[in-house]
Every structure is written in structure tokens, then in C-alpha cells.
């Protein structure tokens, strides 16, 4: 294991923002992962672990602790079973799975970042989430300093959420994850962009036609990765979609109605409403291609807030306040910011 010194973190992360990391690593074993976590351990030092990078907002000051980059390589298909390394790209799995026939996963193409991320935010889109597909997590326990394996239960799966962001936030380093696929299975056609685009189709599509459609319409909304593509350099949604109490919904309702705008929303877990964060930014006054200094609102995606060129995370924060206190101030409702800050 080589430990590295004041390393620059933001090339390494979608947004291209942040500073230096005081301490760095690469971990390609698992290993090197429990050395990694001892040698912050015994030196009492903050340890952030980064994987694809595309989830994050790390701090213009950087980060005063141990980054380790888990880079730990390798998928395997074990007939409908997918087991991926955390240092994976997603993508590249999903692209395994659909050209294996293994249904699951299709809608969740395009998706940037590494396999270690998915079961930490419980990663979904266009009408599938992983938790639906996710059977087992490895993952190294930083206070048990040993190597333990998490069954899809025991993982506290929920929107965006699992034990690993929540209740357990920072205390398990996850090397690698284990999907239980649908071999020959259907493709999930329940997204309404989805539905459209294959509505005039005479025959079922692929799951492989399937995911280069979902690729295509993340192009088309500034969410996949293209080179010199100004939309592209984001984190993501920055706000989950709010999940609300039935009394809260109709008071959107009432709201969009007196504005003579419609509103589209969702049935939630436990009896909740889910609201569109995109369409509550909207309403509350700000467009897509909006600025803020360096700082913006993608022009094709009203969820996601971009880097112009050369804008600080001070002036994403300002954004994002920007715009939490505007839909805060409309429909009572408080936005929750999506990617992990590091270093604030």
C-alpha cells in the first residue's frame, strides 16, 4: 500500500470541484482496504471513502484526513448471479447483464460511478431501484476491523437509502456486491420517457435496446457522461425526489391548481406522496440553464446542478440554498440534498 500526499480530488469526481486530499490512496485488494482503514485508525485521521466520484461535493479547502479509492476490479457471472468488485463501473455491469439476458438492471444504464456506490444510495431510475436486485454486500467493518457479508434484508434498503448512508454512515467499505438476476426475463417498461420511446414499437424491445434507450434519454437530460459536454459535469440529481404526508400533497395540489399548472405525483412507502423535486424547482421560479456565478442549473434537467467552468463548492452550496429556500417558501416542503459532502 503507497500512501500519497496532498492529492487534487476534484479530477477525480464528476463535478470537478474541491481541493486537495491531505492523504491518499488506491486500493486494489481487499487488503489493501484494511490497511488503508488501519493506518487512519491508528493515526486517529478521517478516512472518506471515494469510488466513481459522482456523488460527491468535496470542499474548496479539500479534505484534512485518508481519501481511499477503492479500485478493486473484477465481474463474474455465475448463471443468473452478477458478482462485481466495488471498483467496477456500473455501467459496464449493466452492459454485461443485458448482453447476457439477465433482466434486473436495464433501466439503471448509464448511471455513472463504481458498483460500491449502488447499494449505498440504493441507487434507481426510470422505474428500477437495486434493492430489487442486490442479494448479497461484502464489505469491510471499520470498527469490527474484519470483513463481513450483508444479505439484501439485512441492508435496510429504501428510497436512496440503506444502512450504509444512514445509520451506519461511514462505517462499512464495501468491496463487492452480488446481483441476483432474471434470466431471459422482460424488460421494466413502467418510466413514462421509456414508455413513449417505445411506444410505436411493434414487438417487445430487448433489455439490451432497452438500456442504450435509457443511455439515450440520460444523454439527452445532461445525466451521462459525455466529453466536453458542459451539463455533464454535475453530481447527479442534487436533490431527492420528497416524500411526503398526504395533507402536504394536496397542499401542492392547491397550489398548482391556483397557478392553473398541473402536477404529476407518485404513490410512496408508507402511505406517502412522491412529489417531482425538477417540477417543485420549476415552480418555485427557476428554470434549467440558470446561473449562479460558475455555478448553474443544467439547460436539459432541472435536477441537476453543473459546474459552468470553473465554479467553487461555495457557489454550488449558494445554488442549492438558493433554491431550497425559494420551494421551502412556496410549498412548505424542504429539499434534501442527494451527494455526500466531504471535507465540510
Request: neutral net charge.
Amino acid at each position: 500500500m503507497k500512501i500519497l500526499e496532498n492529492i487534487a480530488l476534484a479530477p477525480l469526481t464528476t463535478l470537478g470541484i474541491g481541493g486537495r486530499a491531505r492523504w491518499f490512496v488506491e486500493a486494489a485488494s481487499e487488503a489493501e482496504i484494511a490497511e488503508a482503514c488501519a493506518w487512519a485508525r491508528e493515526r486517529g485521521v478521517p478516512l472518506f471513502v471515494l469510488g466513481g466520484g459522482s456523488n460527491v461535493l468535496v470542499a474548496d479547502k479539500g479534505f484534512d484526513g485518508l481519501a481511499l479509492h477503492v479500485a478493486l476490479q473484477g465481474v463474474e457471472l455465475e448463471g443468473d448471479l452478477l458478482c462485481a468488485a466495488a471498483g467496477c463501473l456500473w455501467d459496464d455491469c449493466v452492459l454485461r447483464a443485458t448482453e447476457a439476458g439477465l433482466a434486473g438492471v436495464e433501466c439503471l444504464a448509464g448511471i455513472p460511478g463504481t458498483v460500491g456506490g449502488t447499494p449505498v444510495q440504493n441507487v434507481g431510475a426510470y422505474g428500477q431501484e437495486v434493492a430489487s436486485a442486490i442479494e448479497s454486500v461484502r464489505a469491510f467493518d471499520r470498527v469490527a476491523q474484519e470483513f463481513v457479508a450483508f444479505a439484501n434484508a439485512e441492508c435496510g434498503f429504501a428510497y436512496r437509502r440503506s444502512r450504509f448512508n444512514t445509520t451506519d454512515r461511514g462505517r462499512y467499505v464495501v468491496t463487492r456486491v452480488d446481483y441476483r438476476l432474471l434470466r431471459g426475463g422482460e424488460p421494466t417498461l413502467v418510466y413514462a420517457d421509456l414508455k413513449a420511446h417505445f411506444s410505436e414499437w411493434k414487438k417487445t424491445p430487448s433489455l439490451a435496446e432497452v438500456a442504450e434507450a435509457v443511455r439515450g434519454i440520460r444523454q439527452s437530460k445532461g445525466m451521462l457522461l459525455v466529453e466536453g459536454d458542459a451539463d455533464c459535469r454535475s453530481a447527479g440529481s442534487f436533490f431527492k425526489n420528497p416524500s411526503v404526508a398526504p395533507d402536504v400533497a394536496e397542499r401542492v395540489r392547491r397550489i398548482a391548481a391556483e397557478s392553473g399548472v398541473a402536477v404529476r405525483m407518485f404513490p410512496a412507502e408508507g402511505g406517502l406522496v412522491k412529489i417531482p423535486a425538477a417540477w417543485l424547482i420549476e415552480q418555485a421560479g427557476f428554470k434549467k440553464g440558470y446561473t449562479l456565478g460558475a455555478a448553474g442549473i443544467s439547460s436539459r434537467h432541472t435536477l441537476a446542478l453543473v459546474n459552468r467552468g470553473r465554479a467553487t463548492a461555495e457557489e454550488i452550496l449558494a445554488l442549492a440554498g438558493k433554491i431550497r429556500a425559494a420551494v421551502e417558501q412556496r410549498f412548505g416542503i424542504r429539499l434534501v440534498m442527494e451527494p455526500e459532502m466531504v471535507g465540510f
